[in-house]
């Protein structure tokens, strides 16, 4: 886990963002154990209310639960209810701004297609 934090976006969103990275990534499978708030003050050096107000949105959102005297744990469903958010946020922010631009510019689907697969294969740079 990184310890630096970007100064653009509030630190305790980041802090969220880093164990939903982990949930998705598969480093926090369902029913694992997740840090507890403790553990994520001492490794961040950051503030208890900031680590707090990043886990208790993902506690509010059904992503961890907490068993009281043992600690939180990730919930059934929350890397599937993860990655569903990701992609909406992912088709809102990149997809629809991209073929908004494509239909300014009058590129076909079938040509947008062809530049996406060009840059997958990594020929971004080839003419």
């Known amino acids: 886990m990184r ?5 653009g976006k509030p630190i305790f969103q980041q802090v969220r ?3 939903e990275d982990q949930i998705v990534n598969n480093q926090l499978k ?3 154990q997740a840090p507890s708030t403790n553990q994520l003050v001492q490794f961040y ?5 900031t680590v707090a107000k990043g886990v ?3 506690v509010d959102e059904g992503i961890l639960f907490k068993k009281r005297g043992v600690g939180m744990f990730v919930a059934e469903g929350a890397k ?11 088709m809102d922010n ?3 701004p991209m073929v908004q631009e494509a239909e300014k510019l009058a590129i076909e689907e079938k040509e947008m297609l062809k530049l996406i697969r060009k840059i997958k294969r ?3 740079n080839e003419s």
Do not use: C, P, T, W
């Not at 310890?3 to 100064?7: H, I, L």
């Not at 050096?45 to 209310?49: A, G, M, S, Y």
């Not at 599937?80 to 992912?90: G, M």
């Open 45 to 49: 050096e950051i503030n208890h209310v």
């Open 3 to 7: 310890r630096d934090f970007d100064e």
């Open 80 to 90: 599937s209810k993860l990655v569903q958010k990701r992609r909406d946020a992912f």
């Open 122 to 124: 990594g020929e971004e």
């Open 30 to 32: 369902e029913g694992d």
């Open 56 to 58: 208790n949105q993902l």
């Open 17 to 19: 963002e880093r164990i």
């Open 94 to 96: 990149y997809v629809s």
